[in-house]
């Protein structure tokens, strides 16, 4: 069975600082996607890693993926507050189907 | 361009009473689903479905009833609901491109309490 692990699962810090999250999943995939999820709001696409080395940036946030070491991590540069949300991980596996595995998702909150 | 939309976006109910959620997708995605948040579980499936007429249950399906009888619809219905069904439902769609799985879109939700 496939597990998918995210830590830290709540990040408080300052504006400014950087961060990262990490995801850890449990047997061989070559397909990851990061969503963001605004309190009270859906899940929103981030980014989609599709092979091993993957990296995909935007903005302040940069994703990469490393198939061998089963680790996807979302790096957070010089955070500001409109950054605050939840960021959940997840994971395609051939035996999963259709069905994504994911994390339990990653609460941020970035202070002034 | 409307992607996925839930109807209604929020739904007051009592216990016992039968309840539909609607889900629509303009994109002609085959696989849909739908999914319970909850704080401290965070998302989980319920059921999902492949194509028309083609459903299967997933992790927590005990309550729901679904049916896909066009492949943009796929309604869920909590036939006699209880207040452990007070929730937030997404619903999601996807597509298959090849041996591989396009990303997932997810619906705005629908916030349902049960009295």
């Known amino acids: 069975e496939l597990k998918v692990e995210q830590n830290p699962l709540f990040l408080s810090m300052q504006e400014g600082k950087n961060y990262t999250i990490y995801c850890n999943y449990s047997?061989?995939?070559?397909?990851l996607y990061w969503y963001r999820q605004d309190p009270g709001k859906s899940l929103e696409s981030l980014f989609v890693?599709?092979?091993?080395?993957a990296v995909k940036q935007e903005g302040r946030l940069m994703a990469s993926l490393d198939t061998k070491a089963r680790l996807s991590t979302l790096h957070i540069t010089a955070a500001v507050h409109d950054l605050s949300a939840t960021y959940f991980c997840a994971v395609d596996h051939e035996t999963s189907g259709s069905r994504l595995t994911f994390g339990e998702g990653t609460q941020l909150t970035v202070n002034p | 361009d409307a992607g996925i939309t839930q109807s209604p976006r929020y739904k007051i109910t009592e216990t016992g009473r039968q309840v539909t959620l609607m889900c629509h997708q303009t994109w002609s995605h085959s696989y849909m689903f739908w999914y319970r948040q909850d704080l401290g579980h965070g998302l989980r499936l319920i059921y999902y479905?492949?194509?028309?007429?083609?459903?299967d249950k997933g992790e927590v399906p005990d309550g729901y009833v679904v049916s896909r009888s066009k492949t943009e619809n796929f309604p869920l219905t909590l036939e006699s609901a209880t207040r452990s069904q007070t929730s937030v439902y997404f619903c999601?769609?996807?597509?298959?491109?090849?041996?591989?799985?396009?990303?997932?879109?997810f619906g705005p939700g629908t916030r349902l309490t049960v009295l």
């Open positions: 999601a769609s996807r597509r298959r491109q090849g041996l591989h799985y396009n990303e997932q879109f």
């Open positions: 047997t061989t995939s070559d397909r």
């Open positions: 890693l599709l092979s091993n080395g």
């Open positions: 479905s492949a194509a028309a007429d083609i459903t």
